[in-house]
C-alpha cells in the first residue's frame, strides 16, 4: 500500500489509547435513551447469571435420576420439580435475550439517527474550504460510513462482556470445585486467537483508512454513471463502458487486499483455534477418566463438560469481544476526529454599520486558495457604495467569482481588509452580513424540492410564505412558467422523486433568480453570470426588470456578455487575479484595452 508507513504511525499511535473513546460511546449511548441503557444493563445481568444455573440445575437432575433408579420405589416428583425449574430459567434467559435484541434494535435506530445529526450539525459550521480539501472529504466520508453504527456496537459489545464475564465467573466458581488447574486451562486456552484477531482487527482499519479515495472514486462513479444529471453525456460520449471499467479496476484492486486480509485472518483463525479445541477434549478425557475413577459423579461430569464447553464459549466471546471493542475504537476514532476539528472563530458581533454611505470597499485584498502557491486575487481595491452597480469582466478563472466568495465570507482575505458600512468584514455577525446579500452563483443549487421551496430557500426566513414566493418569481421572471404548471409552486422540480417536473436550463435559471430576489431587505445583490442560459430577449427584460428593482442597493454583475455589462457604473476588468483596467464603459472604450478588445471581438459575433 503506498501509504502504509504513514498508516503504521498511525496505528501505532491509536494503540497507544486504545480503549480512549469507550467512555464517551458510553456517555453518547447513556444520553440517547438512558431507559433503553438501564434495560439493556439490567437484561445483560440475568442473561450472564442464568446459564450457570441451568447447568448446576441440569447436575441435579442427572443425579437425581441416578438415585431414583438405584430405588426399589424410585419417587420421581424431585425430579419432576427440577426439570419444571429447569425449563422456568430457560424461559426467563430466552426472554432476557428477545428483550437485550429489542434494546439493541431501538437504541441502533435512534443511535444511528444522533450520530448522523451530529456529523450533519458539524458539515453546517464547517468553512468551504473543509469541503474542498480531499483529505478532510475522506475523514467525512470515514465518518458517515462507519461511524453511525461503532458506538452501539461498542457498548453492546462491552454488555456483552459483561454479560459473558458473569457467566465465566460462575462457571469459575462451579469448576473450582473441581480443580482450579480447571479454571486455568479454561482462560488460557483462549489467548491465542484473541492475540490473533486483535492483530487482524488493526489490519483492517489500516486497509479502511487506506481504500477511503478509492472508496470514494466508485461512488462518484456510480453517481455519473446511474444519475440524469450526467447519464446525456455518458450515452452521447460513448463514455460507459470506460467508466465502468475503471469502476471494476478500483474494485480489482481492493479486491485484492480484502482477500489477502481475509485469508490471513481466516488461516490463521483456524490455527489458534485447534488450541482450544485441543484444550476442550483434554480437559474432557481428564473429567471422563475423573468420573470411572469414581472421583465424581454422572452427574457432575455432566455439568463439568457443559461448563467447560459455555466456559470456553464464554472465554472466546469476551476476548472477542475485547478485540471487537478495540476496532470499535480505532473507528470511532474517525467520528471524533471529524467532530473535533478545529473551526476558527469568525464570529463577530456586528448588526449595523457605522456608516453605511461608505458601502462595500476592497482594501488591497489578496487571497489564495489553501495549498495554492499562487494568488487567485492579488491587490484587489475597489468601492461600490448604496445606489451603484459595479460589473466584473475577465476570462474564465480570472478570479471574479473567488471575489465574491471573499465578499460572503465563505473565505477569509489573505491579505488587505474588506469593510462593509464602515465596519470590517470579519467584525460583522456572519448571519448578519449574509442576510443583507442576495446571490445567485453559477453552480446555483438545483434542488429536488417544489417549486415554491426551491425559491423560498433564498431567505430561510420565509421559506414557506407563499406570498414572498409569488412576488420573487415576479421579479426573476419565472412567474409565467410557474403558473403554467397544473400544480403551480407546489410542483415538484427535479426527477429524484415521483411526480417531479424537470426544466430548461434557462428555466432553472430564473428559479435561481428568483431565490436571489426572495431576501428583498438584502441591500447587496450578487449576480453571478446569471443569465448564460437565457435567450436574448430573457437577458434583457430580465436585467432591465434587475435595474428598476435594485434602486439604492449595490449590485454586482459578473458575466461575459457586454450588452449587459455596458449599463454598469463601474466595470472593472480582472486578469489573473489583478484589476488591468476600471472606468465605465464609454471610458474602457476610449482606453482602447483589453476591455475595448474583447467588446468589439463579441460585437463582430453578432454583426
Do not use: C
Amino acid at each position: 500500500m503506498a501509504d502504509q508507513d504513514a498508516a503504521n504511525v498511525s496505528f501505532a499511535t491509536r494503540a497507544a489509547g486504545v480503549f480512549g473513546y469507550s467512555r464517551r460511546a458510553m456517555e453518547l449511548v447513556w444520553t440517547t435513551s438512558p431507559r433503553l441503557t438501564l434495560a439493556l444493563a439490567f437484561l445483560t445481568l440475568i442473561a450472564g447469571v442464568l446459564p450457570a444455573a441451568i447447568a448446576y440445575v441440569g447436575q441435579l437432575i442427572v443425579d437425581g435420576v441416578v438415585t431414583a433408579m438405584s430405588q426399589d420405589s424410585p419417587d420421581t416428583r424431585r425430579v419432576i420439580w427440577l426439570i419444571a425449574l429447569e425449563a422456568i430459567i430457560v424461559v426467563v434467559v430466552a426472554a432476557s435475550q428477545r428483550g437485550i435484541s429489542a434494546s439493541q434494535s431501538l437504541l441502533r435506530a435512534l443511535l444511528g439517527q444522533r450520530v448522523n445529526v451530529m456529523i450533519l450539525e458539524k458539515a453546517l459550521t464547517l468553512q468551504l474550504s473543509h469541503f474542498e480539501d480531499s483529505e478532510f472529504y475522506d475523514k467525512l466520508t470515514q465518518a458517515r460510513r462507519e461511524a453511525s453504527s461503532r458506538p452501539l456496537s461498542l457498548v453492546n459489545r462491552t454488555f456483552g462482556l459483561v454479560q459473558n464475564a458473569i457467566s465465566l465467573s460462575s462457571y469459575a466458581v462451579l469448576l473450582y470445585v473441581f480443580s482450579p488447574w480447571a479454571v486455568l486451562i479454561l482462560i488460557l486456552a483462549g489467548l491465542p486467537s484473541f492475540i490473533a484477531e486483535a492483530k487482524f482487527s488493526g489490519d483492517a482499519f489500516r486497509l479502511f483508512r487506506w481504500r477511503s479515495p478509492d472508496t470514494r472514486m466508485q461512488i462518484y462513479l456510480e453517481s455519473v454513471i446511474a444519475r440524469e444529471d450526467g447519464v446525456k453525456e455518458v450515452k452521447l460520449f460513448q463514455l460507459g463502458p470506460r467508466l465502468l471499467q475503471r469502476y471494476r479496476d478500483i474494485f480489482d484492486k481492493l479486491f485484492v487486499e480484502d482477500r489477502r486480509l481475509t485469508l490471513r485472518r481466516d488461516t490463521w483463525g483456524f490455527i489458534l483455534g485447534l488450541v482450544s479445541t485441543a484444550a476442550f477434549y483434554g480437559a474432557y478425557a481428564w473429567i471422563v477418566v475423573s468420573t470411572i475413577n469414581g472421583q465424581i459423579t454422572l452427574g457432575a461430569m455432566t455439568m463439568y463438560l457443559v461448563l467447560f464447553r459455555q466456559g470456553q464459549s464464554a472465554v472466546a466471546a469476551i476476548l472477542s469481544s475485547v478485540s471487537g471493542m478495540y476496532e470499535d475504537n480505532l473507528y470511532l476514532s474517525n467520528l471524533y476526529e471529524y467532530l473535533e476539528q478545529p473551526i476558527p472563530d469568525r464570529q463577530g458581533r456586528a448588526v449595523v454599520g457605522t456608516d453605511p454611505a461608505r458601502g462595500l470597499e476592497f482594501e488591497h485584498v489578496s487571497f489564495s486558495y489553501p495549498g495554492s502557491d499562487r494568488n487567485a486575487l492579488n491587490d484587489i481595491s475597489l468601492q461600490i457604495r448604496p445606489g451603484q452597480s459595479l460589473a466584473l469582466v475577465g476570462e474564465n478563472g480570472s478570479g471574479k467569482t473567488t471575489l465574491i466568495k471573499l465578499l460572503t465570507r465563505l473565505y477569509e482575505p489573505t491579505e488587505g481588509r474588506i469593510f462593509l458600512d464602515g465596519i470590517e468584514l470579519h467584525d460583522w455577525d456572519v448571519d448578519a452580513l449574509r442576510q443583507r446579500i442576495g446571490v445567485i452563483f453559477q453552480d446555483f443549487g438545483r434542488y429536488q424540492f417544489s417549486v415554491g421551496e426551491n425559491i423560498g430557500a433564498g431567505d430561510v426566513r420565509f421559506i414557506d410564505d407563499a406570498d414572498r414566493w409569488k412576488k420573487a418569481a415576479q421579479t426573476g421572471m419565472a412567474s409565467p412558467f410557474i403558473e403554467d404548471m397544473p400544480e403551480g409552486y407546489e410542483t415538484q422540480l427535479g426527477r429524484w422523486f415521483k411526480g417531479g417536473r424537470e426544466l430548461s436550463g434557462g428555466q432553472w435559471q430564473k428559479i435561481a433568480l428568483s431565490r436571489a430576489f426572495m431576501r428583498s431587505d438584502a441591500d447587496i445583490l450578487v449576480l453571478d453570470e446569471p443569465t448564460a442560459a437565457m435567450d436574448a430577449a430573457s437577458e434583457a427584460a430580465i436585467f432591465d426588470h434587475f435595474r428598476s428593482q435594485s434602486h439604492n442597493k449595490m449590485t454586482i454583475l459578473i458575466s461575459h456578455r457586454f450588452s449587459t455589462v455596458r449599463a454598469a457604473d463601474h466595470i472593472i476588468v480582472i486578469h489573473d487575479g489583478e484589476i488591468v483596467e476600471q472606468g465605465n464603459h464609454d471610458s474602457l472604450l476610449a482606453a482602447n484595452g483589453q476591455y475595448a478588445s474583447l467588446f468589439r471581438m463579441q460585437a463582430k459575433g453578432y454583426q
